[in-house]
């Protein structure tokens, strides 16, 4: 589940603790489990017979996302031109990448509605859970002009434990993010990096036709930058530890495929 920084360039992030003594173990992003059909169905899609040469290549290895079909190859997406720059959407690797998203988990404005503080090993348990999954959640980095700035969660909303607290389409897609730096807050720059990530969905993901986000609904400065992003906000919807910001991006006449 998702929640805001307080700035609205900080992005969203999963919600904050529960009451104790409540058990949240259903609503963890990774426990729904897939039909065993729809398994098989993805096993039997064949692969790509003919990528295209401009996107970037699989980075592979042992950190990256298993089930990454789920998302359609987030690997795969390249990058996008932006008014700050080229920017660009590239799974995490754990061992290269989980020390600089540690530091940003640590600052205090992203960590009063990420709660992944402390040590490093909270952040890399917080990315493995998703590495090791199916691929309905992938975590990335952003990085503007080849630097990493930010971080992003990329995940099938259809499949998450969202979709038991309002209703979802087959293959709506969710976005959690944060900026990872001050000095990249409250200029902007999180709404052309909302804008541009919701334009790459909507480019690679054929099927999908709508993208999802959830801030909190007190931090109204981030549901202004998704409005700002050509987002709407459909509901206001009770999640584990908060109440939040439903707010869509419709897929437009001009990104139909």
Same mark, same amino acid.
């Given at each position: 589940m998702?929640?805001?920084?307080?700035?609205?360039?900080? $992005?969203?992030?999963?919600?904050?603790?529960? %009451?104790?003594?409540?058990?949240?173990?259903?609503?963890? !992003?990774?426990?729904?489990q897939?039909p %065993?059909?729809?398994?098989?169905?993805?096993?039997?899609?064949?692969?790509d017979? +003919?990528? +295209?040469?401009? *996107?970037?290549?699989?980075?592979?290895?042992?950190?990256?996302?298993?089930g990454?079909?789920?998302?359609?190859?987030?690997?795969?997406?390249?990058? !996008?031109?932006?008014? =700050?720059?080229?920017?660009?959407?590239?799974?995490?690797?754990?061992?290269?990448?989980a020390a600089?998203?540690?530091?940003?988990?640590?600052?205090?404005?992203?960590?009063?509605?990420w709660?992944?503080? $402390?040590p490093?090993?909270?952040? /890399?348990?917080h990315?493995r859970?998703? *590495?090791? $999954?199916?691929?309905?959640?992938?975590?990335?980095?952003?990085?503007? =002009?080849?630097t990493?700035?930010s971080?992003? /969660?990329?995940?099938?909303?259809?499949?998450?434990p969202?979709?038991?607290?309002?209703?979802?389409?087959?293959?709506?897609?969710?976005?959690?993010?944060?900026?990872?730096? &001050?000095?990249?807050?409250?200029?902007?720059?999180?709404t052309? *990096?909302?804008?541009?990530?919701?334009?790459?969905?909507?480019?690679?993901? !054929?099927?999908?036709?709508r993208?999802?986000?959830e801030?909190d609904?007190?931090?109204?400065?981030?549901?202004? &930058?998704?409005?700002?992003?050509?987002?709407?906000l459909a509901a206001?919807? +009770?999640?584990?530890?908060?109440?939040a910001?439903?707010?869509?991006? /419709?897929?437009g006449?001009? /990104? *139909?495929?």
């Amino acid at each position: 589940m998702a929640s805001t920084d307080a700035r609205p360039d900080a $992005g969203t992030a999963p919600g904050t603790d529960p %009451e104790p003594g409540t058990d949240t173990d259903e609503e963890d !992003t990774l426990d729904l489990q897939l039909p %065993e059909e729809f398994v098989t169905l993805f096993r039997e899609q064949p692969a790509d017979p +003919d990528p +295209d040469p401009g *996107l970037a290549p699989d980075p592979g290895g042992p950190d990256a996302p298993t089930g990454d079909d789920l998302l359609d190859r987030v690997a795969h997406w390249g990058p !996008t031109a932006t008014p =700050e720059g080229l920017f660009q959407l590239v799974p995490v690797r754990l061992d290269q990448d989980a020390a600089l998203i540690g530091r940003w988990m640590n600052d205090p404005a992203v960590a009063a509605f990420w709660e992944l503080a $402390g040590p490093q090993s909270v952040t /890399e348990d917080h990315l493995r859970t998703q *590495l090791t $999954g199916d691929g309905r959640s992938v975590p990335c980095l952003g990085l503007l =002009e080849g630097t990493p700035m930010s971080y992003w /969660e990329v995940y099938r909303a259809d499949l998450d434990p969202l979709a038991r607290h309002c209703p979802v389409r087959p293959h709506d897609t969710g976005l959690h993010l944060l900026v990872g730096d &001050a000095a990249d807050r409250g200029r902007g720059l999180g709404t052309t *990096l909302i804008r541009a990530v919701a334009g790459l969905v909507l480019t690679r993901r !054929t099927r999908c036709t709508r993208v999802l986000a959830e801030p909190d609904l007190r931090n109204t400065p981030s549901v202004a &930058a998704f409005r700002k992003a050509g987002f709407e906000l459909a509901a206001e919807i +009770d999640l584990p530890g908060k109440r939040a910001a439903l707010m869509v991006r /419709e897929r437009g006449a001009r /990104e *139909l495929p």
